[in-house]
Structures are given as C-alpha cells and as structure tokens.
C-alpha cells in the first residue's frame, strides 16, 4: 500500500511540474491575452442578481438567506486597487426566513497595506485579479477533469497562506476560482467563484454569469448584461481601517461592566453579554461576534467574579455575528446551551479545522460540549434563576431563545429588539414584525419584564427598559 501511495505522489508531482509542455506561467499568460486581461486596468458589470446573507441561515440545514437586486452593479479598480458595489433593491420576499440587514444601496472597499486578505478577495478572485496575482507570485499547476472537462489548474499561495485555485479550460477562459478563508465559526471555509457563458466586451470576455459561494451555498448569483472596460473608477477613500470587515478585529476600546444586580453583570461595550454568578459557576448569556470580542468578555468577567469558572455558555442563535466567540469559551471548559435545532450542527463545526488562523481551542483542543434547549429550560441555584425560552413564532431564526431572571426583572434578547441609537428617537411609522413578536412572546409567558438587555446595545450605554419596547410597538400594557 505504501509503494502504491509513493507511485500516485509520483504521477502527482510530474503532472504538476509541466502540462503539455507548458509552464504555470506561460498558461496565466496565454489566458491572460485571450481574456483580454493584459490591458485591463478598470471594469465594471452590472446587471440583476441576488446576494445571501453568509451566517444568516433560518436553521443549520438551510441556505443563506436572499436578498433580491433589480441591478447590482460592481466597479472594480485593479491599479489602485479598489471596488465599489452599487445596488438597487427589491422589495424582500413575503415571509423571508433568516437573519441579516438588506445590503445599503453602496458600499465600497480601498485596499491598502492594513486590508485584511479575505476583505480583498471580490477583487482577487475575478478572473481577471486572480491572473494579476498569480502572475505576481510563484504558480505553479495540476491538470485535472471537472465534470467531464479536463482543465489547467493554476495555484499560488495568498498572504493568509491559502492556495488559490484557478481552472482554466482549453480555450484559455477561467471557470473557476477558489481558495480558503478563515471564519470564526466555519474555520478554513471555502470561497469560490464560477464563471460561465463568456461574451466579448470592448475586447475583454467577460462571464456574463457569475456565482460566488461561502460555506456550502451561494453568496451571489448575477447575469451580466452590461460591462464597461477601463472607464474612470472614481473610487475614492477612505474605507474604515483599510476595509475590515464588520466585526473582526480588536474588541471595542474600554470593555466594562454595570452591575445590575447582586452577582449579574452587563458586559459592554458593543454586542453585549450578561454573566451571572451562579454557586456552581458562572453563566453567561452570548459568544458574540468575534474571538477578539469574547476573549474581551471573558477577562471582564472574570475581573467582576473572580476565581470562579465559566460553566455554561448560552447561544441565543447560531447566527455567525452572535456565535462566532462561541469557542475562546469552550477552551475555557465552558459549556455551550443552545437550542435543540443547532446541536448535531455545532458539534460538526467545532471539529472543523483552524490551520489558517490557530484559535486558542485548535491549540488546547477542549472537549466541546452541548446541552440544548426546547421551548424552555430552567438554571437556578436557589438564588438564581434564569429561564431560557424559544421565541415562539419569529422568522428569523428556528432557535432563537431568550433568557428571563425573574428575580431582577431582566429579559435578555438578541435581534428582537434593536433599540434606537437615542432613546427619544420617534417611532417606525409601523412597527417592526420582529419587535411585537418579542412583546406577543413576553404577554403569552406573563413575565414581568423591567429592563432589556438587547445583545445590540445602544451606544450611549443607557438602561433600556420595557417602555422602550412597548413605545416602538405602540402598545400600554403586556397583559
């Protein structure tokens, strides 16, 4: 069996030294003159396509949500290098199920020396980029038959010590690019690319189909029906911290804590969390957002109750931005408490490998463990008491719990309820679906709510109390 392996690794080897007699390089740039890729400096295509919201899935065996454009329109600047993206919208199919805000009508993204890899990747994994950057560095080749179609597979190494894959067919047009990414949740996750029906436009072929994929599902569907080829840009800066995005990073400066009441403790600021001191250890309620984020609450917490272990974790959902610090916890020994809808899948991801970004549990490699949650589940100790209940009858998320201390009159809630940035700010002319959800679901439980604590904490810090929730319903009373 072991001469056998040492005979494939042979084939292997000698097909990646030379395809046809070609070099990698010669093959980038025999694709890159046929695409038309050798002049190109700016190009914009646009046409109407779908995004999906990575991480916001209604359950673990669902696919991104949608969100439908009747024109999306991407403009992208390879010298500077920059992108812009401009959208205009469709109204959001009836009874949409899932998390995730509707993409803004424009966004756009500058690199420079700070940008993280995986931020810069819309540009880097167009044909086009993906040809500069493996001209840029050291490709080298496979061949390899996809579907019935033999093709040029040509791979470099990112910054983030990836490979990039790009499969390029004999006609010299790119199908395919794919690489790796980290995520705080998913691991080493796969990015690709499919490029199809090419069309000439102003001598470049441009795919006049293109899917982009994260995680097992698309992320975007477009057909092309127009494309400008090195018209101005006119991408101007700045981008926020060279383009990072939303929720990676530092935590927020100035992490601190208000005490609530005897032995419960408000963690802020940005996504809270809320720890509670339980006799056989400590609760706390959100692993949200980012490594960075829960290594943030972990240290707060363990300044406001000292020598005393984290036992349990409670998820509210398994949306990416509320658990993605699930796992600085679980190296911790920390319990996950999840509802039952995401147990089978947590257990999947956590096993799923951290080599690109080695994260504190790839390192110590803690057991994970899960315990679930129905409509309700009761931790108390005597002295405290925190009932866990399923939001009943909310489109956003299968699993979305939220936690009830009845002794300190304190509901904690992830997305129900986003408070305004200023508590006077007027109300929604009609109120949000999910907002009276959360106010039905506390009426039909008859729980005495006095304080809120949304995981999307208002700036300012304030206290918000169930007035708040009442005025944006426009509702008295609970009962």
């Known amino acids: 069996m072991f001469k056998k392996t040492l005979f494939v690794l042979a084939i292997v080897s000698s097909v990646t030294l030379t395809v046809g007699g070609q070099d990698a390089r010669s093959v980038v740039a025999a694709a890159s003159k046929a695409m038309g890729a050798d002049q190109l400096k700016t190009i914009q295509y646009s046409g109407p396509g779908t995004e999906y919201s990575f991480g916001q899935a209604y359950n673990p065996g669902a696919p991104w949500p949608a969100w439908k454009n009747k024109s999306y329109t991407r403009t992208i600047d390879f010298d500077a290098p920059a992108l812009r993206v401009e959208r205009v919208a469709d109204a959001p199919e009836p009874g949409r199920k899932g998390g995730g805000l509707q993409p803004g009508a424009m966004q756009q993204l500058i690199v420079n020396a700070n940008t993280p890899w995986a931020a810069q990747l819309p540009i880097w994994i167009t044909p086009y980029g993906f040809l500069r950057q493996a001209a840029a560095n050291t ?21 983030n010590k990836a490979k990039v894959n790009g499969y390029i067919g004999a006609d010299n047009m790119i199908d395919k690019v794919e690489t ?44 092309v029906v127009d494309a400008k080829i090195n018209a101005p840009a006119n991408i101007a800066p700045p981008q926020r911290g060279g383009g990072a995005p939303a929720g990676g990073g530092a935590p927020p400066a100035g992490t601190s804590s208000q005490k609530l009441g005897d032995g419960v403790f408000l963690i802020l600021p940005g996504y809270a969390a809320l720890a509670v001191d339980m006799k056989d250890g400590i609760v706390v309620i959100e692993g949200p957002q980012s490594d960075a984020r829960a290594e943030a609450i972990i240290a707060e917490v363990k300044k406001d109750i000292p020598n005393k272990a984290i036992r349990y974790v409670v998820n509210t959902h398994g949306h990416f931005d509320h658990s993605s610090g699930l796992r600085p916890f679980v190296a911790e020994g920390a319990t996950i408490m999840t509802h039952q809808v995401n147990k089978g899948y947590f257990e999947k991801i956590f096993a799923r490998p951290h080599t690109l970004n080695p994260d504190r549990l790839a390192q110590n490699k803690a057991k994970v463990n899960v315990e679930t949650v129905g409509d309700k589940k009761v931790l108390t100790d005597g002295t405290h008491t925190i009932e866990l209940y399923r939001t ?9 719990l939220f936690a009830y201390l009845p002794k300190e ?58 007035a708040e929730l009442k005025r944006a319903v426009g509702a008295r009373s609970t009962n």
């Open 180 to 223: 790796w990414m980290d995520t705080p949740v998913l691991g080493d996750t796969l990015y690709e690319a499919v490029y199809s029906s090419y069309k000439d436009f102003g001598g470049v072929k441009v795919p006049t189909r293109i899917t982009e994929q994260q995680g097992d599902y698309p992320t975007l569907e477009m057909t």
């Open 409 to 466: 009159k304190i509901l904690v809630e992830a997305d129900s309820f986003n408070p305004p940035a200023q508590a006077d700010a007027p109300p929604a002319a009609t109120p949000s679906p999910a907002n009276v959800n959360l106010l039905d679901n506390i009426s039909r439980l008859k729980l005495d709510v006095e304080t809120i604590v949304p995981i999307h904490y208002p700036p300012d810090g304030r206290k918000v109390t169930i």
């Open 392 to 400: 009943q009858g909310t489109n956003h998320n299968e699993g979305l």
């Open 139 to 159: 490709p080298t080749m496979t061949s390899q038959t996809v579907g019935g179609k033999k093709y040029t597979v040509v791979t470099f190494i990112a910054p």
